[in-house]
């Protein structure tokens, strides 16, 4: 009786555990969530009062929330007492050594409901917001009563747009910072390779203006510039500006380059930028002790540089210019022997303690580990960032990773494919992806970056993957994409590979049009986001294009070549159907030159910068080469 007693209560705790912890699905995943005592529900009006502490995006964003979900929000100094309220705080002793942006957020209230939301500062309770906004996605009202401590592991989660390729457009870099605001990532470096300001004229100004060919390539005009700041600001994403000052940053006889480096700094501050970088990568790594010498010399120099000319008498915490980011000469530490790796990165841990230091791990393409971390920072003295290349494709430009983290590390030939992420990330500072070319396609694998960097620990592939994709492409849309991101991606072997082996096995097509007939649903359905009135839902179909047109087109192919087949097997096949075969093989001879598959990359460098385009790659491994089985056996 008494070991039945203990199995119930053992179960009944479980029961309690798992309500306490689902009481509402948020991403990324909160660090506790508990479940209080009855519902609750909002009033029309909703009265946003903020402490003294608290700055106006934060306000801002409250109203957002509120109003995006049919609410009335009104700023005020004071509580309402018939009113639901939104309370929004800073409470400086909830920092702790260890634990970013932490905050806590109440939602109670029997008669109507109220929100506390409070946070180390003002930026965790921006934090807080998102969660508020995944909860109101229930509805508002019967909302089950919650309380829930948050913080993040990683203190910078986000993107570092560091791809060799075709830049963002400003439409797409403000629509991803809105997405990073709603998933707590806090981090956005701007490090275009193919951006001339940011390289090869690094100590010029933006234009005024820039000419439609330029824009096509990537240029971006100061006034560019200042609107993506400004969007950066409201959603408290860092833009981080970086410049690559080149061989410049240590050679010894260009004495001003620190302050030829402050002179862009503070144009850049003029357009709102209050975090730079800094880059010294892809310029060889320097091993004498002179130039390692300069190295960390000049690194200092330019954060005291930075203190100096900013920090000390700012006028709010907004003004503030958070630290510099720093991409060494070595960022891959196995490309030189223990010994100069020790000796690089001595030198530089005597660089101003405030910058923060770049690693991509032991390759250009590793995973983030502890043990990379681990190594480089007892030899450094202090942590470390991490540029995870990752979903990045600019050496697989046709390829799209769109899958799961893990299926996408599949796929990618350069990441260690039996990868898996730790569930804790010791001495990471930040945690920073560099994406796609295709910028909105890239968010579903941003999504679990922002989710693991958030809470190392409770990072799901399989149950971020499903909240990743409904984030992008929304609910109604999400069991079509995933459906097909298995043929959005180059390797589409499962289920693909078993429907052509059972096909050429026994030559029935019913599987196989069936299953093409799937394909172009989904594919038709994914298209229809592109007139669904969302700027976010057009510029995501407007990445993925060339993918669902050359989906589409073999799709549609295979199933009229099938027709075919099918018909010559029997014995019906017209003279006007053998016109049609001859059309269809020669659409497959002439398929891989069709130019709605075709995109745009970059050629060149500097002032040489041109368009050219190469054809997307779906289902690359089998249903392509399906496409000349079958106009073999037309002939």
Known sequence: ??????????????????????????????????????????????????????????????????????????????????????????????????????????????????????????????????????????????????????????????????????????????????????????????????????????????????????????????????????????????????????????????????????????????????????????????????????????????????????????????????????????????????????????????????????????????VPNSQDLDLVSSELGRGLAWWWNYPCNDNDMSKLFVRDTYGNFADEKWIDNDAKLPKELRGARALISNPMQQGEASKIALFGVGDYGWNNAAFDNENDYHAAVKAVVGKDKAADFEYLSQYLRYYDNDPMASLVEEYKRDGKSVSVKSEMLKMLKACQSIQAMGTSGSESDSLFVADIQPWLNRLGDMATLTIQMLDQIDAKNVGRQTDADRLIATQLKKSVADFDHYGNHQFCVLNGLGDDIELSTINSEPSGKVLRPFLDFLARKLE
């Open 1 to 366: 009786m008494e070991k039945t007693l203990f199995i119930l209560v053992v179960f009944l705790f479980s029961l309690t555990h798992v309500f306490a912890q689902e009481t509402y699905t948020i991403y990324p995943i909160p660090h506790q969530q508990k479940a209080l005592a009855g519902t609750t529900s909002f009033t029309q009006q909703v009265i946003v009062v903020a402490d003294a502490n608290i700055d106006q995006a934060t306000i801002d964003r409250a109203v957002q929330v509120l109003t995006e979900r049919g609410l009335d929000a009104v700023v005020s100094a004071k509580a309402s007492a018939k009113n639901s309220n939104v309370f929004l705080g800073v409470k400086s002793a909830l920092k702790i050594e260890g634990k970013y942006d932490r905050h806590d957020l109440v939602l109670s209230g029997k008669k109507k409901a109220d929100v506390r939301i409070v946070g180390e500062d003002t930026d965790a309770t921006f934090c807080g917001l998102a969660s508020l906004e995944q909860i109101l996605d229930r509805g508002t009202t019967n909302l089950p009563c919650v309380s829930i401590k948050d913080y993040a592991d990683v203190q910078y989660r986000g993107v570092i747009e560091g791809y060799y390729g075709v830049p963002y457009n400003a439409d797409v870099t403000k629509d991803i910072f809105r997405f990073m605001a709603r998933y707590k990532m806090n981090a956005y470096m701007y490090g275009a390779k193919s951006d001339p300001y940011h390289s090869q004229k690094w100590a010029e100004a933006y234009p005024d203006s820039i000419t439609p060919q330029q824009k096509a390539i990537g240029y971006l005009s100061s006034d560019m510039m200042r609107d993506i700041v400004r969007v950066s600001h409201e959603t408290k994403v860092n833009f981080i500006w970086a410049i690559h000052p080149g061989g410049a940053f240590t050679n010894p006889d260009d004495k001003n380059v620190i302050d030829r480096i402050m002179q862009k700094f503070e144009k850049m501050h003029d357009l709102g930028v209050r975090q730079f970088g800094c880059f010294v990568d892809d310029i060889g790594v320097p091993s004498d002790e002179a130039t390692l010498r300069i190295n960390a010399d000049r690194l200092t120099e330019l954060q005291t540089a930075i203190e100096n000319k900013w920090n000390k008498n700012y006028i709010t915490p907004a003004d503030t210019v958070k630290p510099i980011n720093f991409v060494p000469q070595l960022y891959a530490y196995s490309w030189v022997d223990a010994q100069k790796r020790a000796n690089f990165y001595n030198a530089l841990g005597k660089t101003h303690p405030k910058a923060i230091i770049y690693i991509t791990g032991a390759k250009v393409w590793t």
